[in-house]
């Protein structure tokens, strides 16, 4: 189990790097990486539901869930915020809203990598998820977002070695 689980991990990282660069694409980058989000994060179920099964965690994939619908409505609101815009107090409540879409994504992939680091004892997912949490805050600050790149970056090599470590899954002891 823990082969198929670190294979669809390493499955999902390539993807997600793809995805990353696919952002600098003029014109279609923005849907070519979107598709390949939405394909990555199958992998990334799979491999969370084959780490679910492996540890008996009952948490795990229901905050996987909540983390990958969370930041893709709010990524995807935010990057097409001005064409939402329609008048100043819709643009601002759309705005606002993607942002919440961020902020459970964060909580919920606290939650997420918090448990992905105790159920493989591979600390590097949880500093990915800390560089993460950086980069999603830098994307939502105006005029400094293209910081957040970095950082997003930064936690994909980090989750990538993390899954690349994976080496066994701690059973949850009841």
Known sequence: MVHSARKKGIIYMVLAVLAYFADFIPFTGAIFEFVLKIIAFIFLFLAVRTIAK???SKTIVRNLLIYIVSVLFGVLILSYKTMFAIGFGIGIFILILGYIFL???????YLLYKELAKLSSVS?????FILLAIGIVFEMIPFISAVSFVFLFLALICEFIAWLKLESINKILN
């Open 103 to 109: 902020v459970i994504s964060l909580i919920f992939a």
């Open 54 to 56: 492996a540890s008996g």
């Open 124 to 128: 590097l997912f949880f500093i990915s």
